[in-house]
């Protein structure tokens, strides 16, 4: 059956499912409960019985795999990234960093653990440090960003106070309605190198 259909079948599935169930809970009611039986309390019965019934359908049948299929999906993403050759940092809209994977942890020679819930800058050496904050706000206001969109290059700042040339890529993602941003960083210092003495050669 094609994948699109899925739900549908399992909706056909539950509305059997409900039909048979208040089938019997009447056919039981009928034969169980004293003849002279307020009406109210059977139907009461019947209510809860068929609600209870049908949260746990709805459960199995839809939350259940929804749920599964979520934290395999999340699982996925995060293999691809904890894998990924560059560093990659997720931060929100205040620039407070969400994620790092293993490679961006090398690259600032800090574990996830540190960076986790500070400011983004703290790997940015000034001027660009205290630019920042103002760079994200000028986004969000404008819409048009300086580091929004093609690689830049730009210098970064390890643990131990060292700089070095970085290409970063950043890009705009929105999660519960609220904005949150990927950057992909890669260290260009050899790049950098080559480029420099290449320069040299040719004067």
Not at 33 to 42: E, R, S
Not at 88 to 108: K, M, Q, R, W
Request: charged share 25%; hydrophobic share 45%; aromatic share 8%.
């Amino acid at each position: 059956m094609p994948e699109q259909l899925l739900p549908l079948r399992l909706f056909a599935i539950l509305l059997v499912l409900v039909f048979c169930i208040e089938g019997m809970m009447m056919f039981a009611l009928d034969h169980l409960l004293p003849k002279d039986t307020p009406v109210w309390i059977g139907a009461t019965i019947d209510a809860a019985t068929l609600t209870v019934f049908t949260f746990l359908a709805t459960w199995r049948l839809f939350m259940r795999p929804l749920t599964f299929v979520r934290s395999s999906e999340a699982a996925r993403a995060r293999a691809v990234t904890d894998s990924a050759m560059d560093g990659i940092i997720t931060i929100d809209e205040h620039g407070i960093i969400e994620s790092v994977n293993p490679a961006a942890e090398h690259l600032f020679a800090y574990q996830a653990r540190e960076l986790i819930g500070q400011n983004v800058k703290i790997l940015m050496p000034e001027p660009h440090r205290e630019a920042h904050g103002g760079y994200i706000a000028r986004y969000i206001r404008t819409g048009e960003g300086r580091v929004i969109g093609p690689p830049r290059e730009l210098p970064a700042l390890r643990r131990d106070g060292g700089e070095f040339p970085v290409e970063i890529n950043v890009a705009e993602f929105r999660l519960g309605g609220r904005r949150h941003f990927t950057a992909i960083i890669r260290d260009i210092t050899e790049r950098k190198k080559q480029e420099q003495k290449i320069a040299r050669l040719s004067r």
